[in-house]
């Protein structure tokens, strides 16, 4: 059974309402999509406006480019959530939810927040395609474990540390850049995992998130997917359970041996053996539960009345009072 009753609870109250690097959050995009309905890729194409030039893989990178300055700074809380009591050197990883979305302004709420503005014929299109955009990119941040922890801001504060041979590292730095625990997780691990050096062309990452989430795909499908937990989540519950899923690995993995530990070895090594199966793991999990989101949420769009240029609103949506 799809989601498409708890969706309802989303639907009826949808007023007015926010990772990995690009190359993760395109690979979720990539695998959702083989996952997706015929309404649901139908629905995003008109949304988003996909096309050869602007595709899923970039719709769902799109959210990490305007959280700066220049672009949408207000947006940059929705990324993530930070757990107060968070402290892996006491092997203490708990989240709690709402006291730790202060405001909801954080990535569960933005999750929610964003579908409800998505379903919301009150907003103007171009905020209507921010907020599925949004959605796209969130399922991502969602499950990258730091973007679920509290400790050091994430991880970011966690630092120097080294990606390669500790004589080599120049004090935890790759050329003018000071590598983070949060960027290993965000970046590091996942491109060597898919053999991708530091930096490549905008088009080498995107041809290789393709091949990853067919990988992924073609592995969740030999070894059997657990969709039943998937198609039957579509509420705030399954958004804090999937966080809460997240935060846990900070702990059990992340920083399983200490910060010391990670800030005084080669991360690159066993680390990165011990960790990669992770991230493996958590993008296939990201991929395939936004499919059954976006899929969910298709089934009452298909019950709407069409939203055409003379009945949208002009609203963008984008007041984080509205959070």
């Given amino acids: 059974m799809r989601t498409q009753a708890l969706f309802l609870t989303l639907a009826a109250v949808a007023a007015p309402v926010a990772a990995w690097d690009p190359f993760g959050h395109q690979t979720v995009g990539y695998l959702a999509s083989k996952y997706f309905s015929e309404s649901t890729t139908a629905h995003l194409t008109s949304l988003i406006g996909l096309s050869d030039q602007f595709d899923i893989g970039d719709a769902a990178a799109w959210a990490d480019t305007v959280r700066d300055a220049d672009g949408l700074p207000w947006s940059k809380n929705w990324h993530f959530i930070n757990p107060r009591a968070d402290n892996p050197a006491t092997n203490t990883c708990k989240l709690e939810y709402p006291s730790d979305c202060p405001k909801g302004n954080c990535i569960i709420d933005a999750i929610l927040n964003q579908t409800r503005a998505i379903m919301n014929p009150n907003l103007s299109a171009s905020g209507r395609r921010n907020a599925t955009m949004w959605v796209l990119h969130f399922f991502g941040d969602l499950h990258q474990p730091m973007h679920a922890s509290g400790y050091k801001y994430g991880g970011n504060l966690v630092r120097p540390v080294c990606f390669g041979p500790m004589d080599q590292c120049n ?4 050329g ?3 590598l983070s625990l949060h960027s290993i997780w965000d970046a590091a691990i996942p491109r060597k995992l898919r053999g991708l050096k530091a930096y490549e062309t905008p088009e080498a990452d995107k041809e290789a998130a393709r091949l990853w989430a067919e990988d992924i795909y073609e592995s969740q499908q030999a070894e059997g997917t657990e969709e039943e937990e998937e198609e039957e989540c579509g509420s705030m519950g399954c958004v804090v359970d999937w966080a809460t899923e997240s935060n846990r690995l900070v702990c059990e993995h992340a920083l399983s041996k200490g910060e010391q530990w990670v800030l005084t070895h080669d991360l690159s090594g066993y680390y990165f053996l011990e960790n990669a199966k992770v991230v493996q793991r958590q993008v296939g999990k990201a991929g ?4 059954h989101w976006m899929n969910a949420l298709a089934d009452i769009l298909d019950q709407l009345p069409p939203m055409t240029e003379a009945t949208q609103g002009k ?4 007041a984080t009072s509205d959070l």
């Avoid at 609203?315 to 984008?318: A, E, I, L, T």
């Fill in 176 to 178: 003018d850049r000071v």
């Fill in 171 to 174: 004090n935890g730095t790759s």
């Fill in 315 to 318: 609203g963008d949506g984008y």
């Fill in 288 to 291: 395939r539960r936004l499919a």
